[in-house]
């Protein structure tokens, strides 16, 4: 399994931005589709973003589309999240997780095999 390591979040006023970013250990890297969950509290975690292995296709949840955008370097082995426009709602902790050889992009956090230990982000009105 790769290890995953978020940073990035913090306290930001509404309509600002953060980039978060989730660094994975290994050679391995390339061979992982990536993905963004966040769980705010008293709530069910829940998928943001997805990125095929390649980088070459991603997907957002309909909540953050326009806003937020996930991209991967994989000579660095770098999975981000660009968030704008931040909104209250997008409070939560916000988990990177890995799937192994997978060509189709999952969506539930049960598709993932390795995760991240979170960082939190919060929106102030």
């Known amino acids: 399994q790769v290890q995953l390591v978020e940073s990035g979040g913090g306290l930001v006023q509404a309509g600002g931005s953060l980039r978060l970013s989730c660094a994975a250990s290994g050679r391995t890297f390339g061979s992982y589709a990536m993905a963004w969950f966040r769980q705010a509290p008293g709530k069910e975690r829940e998928f943001v973003a997805v990125?095929?292995?390649?980088?070459?296709?991603?997907s957002n949840t309909d909540s953050v589309k326009g806003r937020f955008s996930i991209s991967r370097d994989n000579v660095q082995n770098t999975v981000y999240l660009q968030m704008n426009s931040l909104k209250p709602e997008d409070t939560a902790v916000y988990y990177c997780a890995a799937r192994r050889g997978s060509s189709i992009l999952y969506y539930r956090p049960e598709d993932y095999d390795s995760w991240g230990q979170g960082t939190q982000v919060t929106v102030s009105s």
């Open positions: 990125s095929s292995m390649s980088g070459g296709t991603t």
